[in-house]
């Protein structure tokens, strides 16, 4: 059988979701034709020119208009705006016979049975047969698009559900039709895993599949409750989001952001097609959300939902919330519950649910009564919209960024106390979940040689979650596997030689402990092993240098230890280099500062897409000390090129510290000069990053890898670089750019970057270069301003500008 292979993809459609999905096949280099509707009539601008409906520009404003506002969208639908040049535009009159050059058209048009049905008939005469066909709907059951359709459009056609923003959200829901070929099935579960970067769940044909049927169930059940329980829209918010697990936005500001007629829509749908849904009244609007839609508050697209940015009188702003029982907009008051209290100094979310449902507080009935109607309606939903428990998790894990799926969470408390709660509030659990009790198996998952079981039905035993051997999970191998730890650090064997340390640290935080950790690593894989990864499954790889510990130090005036400190970091992150066996670091989500500085100091550094990473430490009123100033000094160097203009390289390089540049995805990475074209590679799908980093590491050893030396030969340009830095740092305090300890830290990083102020450009270490890079960073350590602005940020989180 000849291999597929998707070189070319046509996305029919260009609203939010069809534009976000081609810019996510740009993102990953596929070359995409997107298509839209012809306009009907001129719009002013065009009959002020002139034009007539003939004119091209006319023809195609609205796919290129929709495209353009698409690419300005916050945060970034693309890892680079270059990306977007893969993309061709055009409309379905003049353009349709273009698809017959694709491997696979998606279509994203309206909702709208009919509509999908005109389209396909239209994309028919053109389709080329074998050219895989999928629609992007969210809801209309895919045996109703198959009708009247040919054999061989049936047999490549089936249902590919993205989530909003493609992008970011990892679910792929392939839902088949009657006739879709399991070639075709097949293909399109692994090209989600490896190609798009998703978690792909094979779904049934059933109203809004898995990820919406549930996810809408709850924040459906949420608004009922709400009024019930007498909370607030913040206090909502704050009980479902971090503390358990799930994104920042929690319920109700999500809704304000995904639009409040979008899930109106998909409720709407669930409660007209799903009549024997015991749960089914849930799925009724409360009032409240009626008169919202009638009033048009649908969220951000509307300027206002469950929270609304009021302009005060003193030109302040300030976000109100929705009071749910007066519709007015009220001032938010902070939300505090004893029972999230007692959860501070849990770190993982999946250990906090026993506390949380044991609470004595509002809270604790809120979580009881939640969990409780969760538990039930997802057990339920077996075998109606899935035969497989894991495919529920990982729907909601990837759709809706849960950390832990509603089966791990019922894990975590225990079956039988969540079959307790599910009693307590009248509802009833599936009747398999008692015979997996009386069966001996007493949790839905179970962990066995390294790799996740999860509990069959009709077998009644556990069985092997398939595709996790493309994986390597952390959670499966940290104890079985372990070799090492320390309260920060651990380190586990991957197997084949090559060894993982993983941080354990608060938010990652690089302290004692993980500098501990990575010089263990670095002496037992030297001593025993092949090679070494530096990479974890936290949701960031590390926020950088623990601050908290040079903050107390300086504060202190223990300057010897802090120098001490400096050089440790300093040595360890040089070891990363210059060890005897490949080094390979894995960053994802924030990796800035320390984490930046080591990975700049990898033998190779395997990125997932997501990674945003950079040099902040101006930030916190210091310049990069672990390495980082040396590092962009040694990089600025070696781009020097004959008869270039060297300062104005350098002063690139000068400017990605001084500015604390953060790349927002890897690819921006290679711009800052942090990622290095030809010798570090990006992974768009983040839970193949360790196996990949693992596979670099192999192939470095094998190839008889051989230790680095360290650099003599650095050409740094002494005082014709530091004069042209000091006149522009002048400049910038004279125009009010930056104030002046902004001044003086910038004229610090300048004396490391231009090698001192030596008479001409010369030739220097490494070492060198380190030794002034120290002698900066205490000497700023020092100042009461960079002290206010290191105090400033371990409070709030936030950079000091004084």
Known sequence: MSKRRINKVAVIGSGIMGSGIALH???????????????????????????????????NRIVNESLQSAVKSKPSPVYHKSFVNRITTGNLEDDIAKVKNVDWIIEVVIERLDIK?????????????????????????????????????????CGTHFFNPPRYLKLFEIIPGPDTSQEVLDFLNEYGEKFLGKTSVLAKDTPAFIGNRVGIFGIQSLFHQVKEMGLTVTEVDKLTGPVIGRPKSATFRTVDVVGLDTLVHVANGIYENCPNDEAHDLFKLPDFIEKMVENKWLGSKTGQGFYKKIKNDDGSSEIKELNLNTLEYQSTKKANFATLEKTKTIDKPIDRFPVLVD???????????????????????????SDELYKIDDAMKAGFGWENGPFEIWDSIGVEKGLELIKAEGLQAADWVNEMLASGNKTFYTVKDGATYYYDIPSKKQTKVPGQDAFIILNNIRESKKVWSNKEASIQDLGDGIINLEFNSKMNTIGEGVLAGINKAIDLAE?????????????????????????????????????????????????????????????????????????????????????????????????????????????????????????????????????AKVATSAYEAYDLGILQKGKDVVVVNKDRQLAEAKKH?????????????ERTDIKVLGKQALGMFLVGTDQMVAGNYISEHDRKIADKLAYVMAGGDLSEATLVSERYLLDLERE???????????????????????????
């Open 527 to 659: 001593k025993e092993y092949n090679g070494l990864v530096i990479g974890n499954q936290a949701s960031n790889f590390s926020v950088g240098a623990n601050i908290g510990m040079i903050f107390m130090m300086a504060a202190e005036q223990e300057y010897d230890e802090l120098n001490m400190a400096i050089k440790y970091f300093q040595d360890t992150i040089m070891r990363v280099r210059y060890s005897s066996i490949p080094v390979i670091v894995a960053p994802h989500g924030m990796s800035l500062g320390g984490a930046c500085e080591m990975s700049m100091h990898a033998d190779k550094v395997v990125a997932a897409a997501e990674t945003y990473i950079g040099l902040v430490e101006f930030g916190v009123g210091v310049i990069p000390g672990g390495a980082g100033s040396k590092e962009m000094t040694v990089r600025a160097a070696d781009t020097f090129k004959k008869d270039d203009v060297e300062l104005n390289v350098l002063r690139e390089y000068f400017l990605t510290i001084g500015m």
């Open 25 to 59: 096949f740009a993102n990953i280099g596929v070359e995409v034709l997107l298509l839209d509707i012809v306009p009907r009539e001129l719009n002013d601008t065009e009959q002020k020119k002139g034009l007539t409906l003939e004119d091209k520009a006319v023809r």
């Open 697 to 709: 590491a192999l192939l470095l050893a094998e190839a008889g890898y051989t230790k680095p030396i």
């Open 776 to 802: 900066a960073f205490l000497s700023l350590c020092t100042e009461r301003k960079t002290l206010e602005r290191i105090q400033h940020m371990l409070k709030t989180g936030k950079p000091l500008r004084n």
């Open 359 to 385: 609470g004595d507080d509002k809270a604790g009935e809120f979580y009881r009564k939640n969990f409780a109607g969760m538990f039930a309606y997802v057990s339920n939903r077996i075998p109606e919209i």
């Open 117 to 157: 049905k005109q389209v396909f008939d239209n994309l028919e005469k053109h389709r080329t047969p074998g050219t895989l066909i999928t629609s992007n709907t969210s809801g209309i059951p895919i045996k109703f698009m198959n009708e009247g359709r040919s054999e061989d459009f049936r047999k490549h056609f």
